[in-house]
């Protein structure tokens, strides 16, 4: 696996928190589904996570987030082992947005009332983020009556209504036109130049090339390759990542 180059740039990234996973495995019939050696993500990111269906991309989401327990290996937020404290420091969107069904407003209401704020600031926090995900017109709609993506900008909104220093999102564009991943595309970048760590899945090489900084190719659960994006498209040092860029088929 090639180690990550210092991402000292001037002072970019200081406000981001790191992530560093460690001999993390899952096991399964003998063989492995996950099993990263080591992964340290420190640098401003976003950091991009590439690699066939089945991979284990969303695995280590999952574990990263500390959704799934590991049966080996451990995951640390800027040094200190992932417990409830650095949990909450963190959200995560799936690929299929969960809402709930209530209206979208109400959605937004429902992640904002876990935190110390007023009647009135929550009413303001809401317009704000509304607007944020170009959902202003459609506060009081029910958000289970939502287009793909719609909803998938709610449930980014949901997870930025937290203030999570780290975000991780699986595919959040998969299912979507060019139009909404724009918006995607640019609600993520917005998010991360105010200081959030993302971490995401993405099938679309166009896309990791766009946001990326840094990009992860996983394959059969091992991270065969980490580098700053622009010199792992300009010249990849795995074959499985020449071929997978490629589009050969990867399996
Ligand atoms: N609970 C489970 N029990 C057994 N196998 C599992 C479990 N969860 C995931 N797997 C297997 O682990 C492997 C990795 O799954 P994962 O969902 O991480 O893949 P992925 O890289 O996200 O793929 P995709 O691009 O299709 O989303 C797959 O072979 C999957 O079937
Ligand atoms: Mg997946």
């Known amino acids: 696996m090639r180690e990550l180059p210092i991402l000292a740039e001037a002072g970019q990234g200081a406000s981001h928190a790191g992530i560093e996973a460690k001999g993390l495995r899952i096991g399964h019939n003998g063989g492995a589904l996950?099993?990263?050696?080591?992964?340290?993500?420190?640098?401003?990111?976003?950091?991009?996570?590439?690699?066939?269906?089945?991979?284990?991309?969303?695995?280590?989401?999952?574990?990263?987030?500390?959704?799934?327990?590991?049966?080996?290996?451990?995951?640390?937020?800027?040094?200190?082992?992932?417990?409830?404290?650095?949990?909450?420091?963190?959200?995560?969107v799936f690929q299929k947005p969960v809402l709930l069904r209530r209206s979208v407003a109400a959605n937004l209401d429902y992640v904002l009332r876990r935190r110390p704020l007023g009647r009135a600031a929550r009413k303001a926090r809401i317009a704000e983020l509304l607007a944020e995900g170009g959902l202003a017109g459609k506060a009081r709609q029910g958000a289970r009556s939502l287009s793909g993506g719609e909803a998938q900008r709610l449930a980014?909104?949901?997870?930025?209504?937290?203030?999570?220093?780290?975000?991780?999102?699986?595919?959040?564009?998969?299912?979507?036109?060019?139009?909404?991943?724009?918006?995607?595309?640019?609600?993520?970048?917005?998010?991360?130049?105010?200081?959030?760590?993302?971490?995401?899945?993405?099938?679309?090489?166009?896309?990791a090339r766009r946001l990326g900084h840094d990009v992860a190719i996983l394959h059969r659960g091992r991270v065969v390759e980490h580098g700053l994006a622009h010199d792992l498209f300009a010249a990849p040092q795995t074959d499985t990542t020449r071929r997978f860029l490629a589009g050969a088929l990867v399996i």
Not at 183 to 193: F, K
Request: proline content about 6%; hydrophobic content about 45%.
């Open 34 to 92: 996950l099993d990263v050696a080591h992964l340290a993500l420190t640098g401003p990111g976003p950091t991009m996570i590439l690699g066939p269906n089945g991979a284990g991309k969303s695995l280590l989401l999952r574990c990263l987030h500390g959704l799934i327990a590991p049966d080996a290996g451990t995951v640390r937020q800027d040094g200190q082992k992932l417990g409830a404290a650095q949990r909450a420091r963190q959200a995560m």
């Open 156 to 207: 980014i909104l949901r997870a930025l209504a937290a203030e999570p220093r780290i975000l991780f999102l699986d595919e959040p564009t998969s299912a979507l036109d060019p139009a909404a991943t724009q918006a995607i595309e640019m609600m993520i970048l917005r998010a991360a130049r105010r200081g959030t760590r993302i971490v995401m899945v993405t099938h679309d090489i166009g896309q």
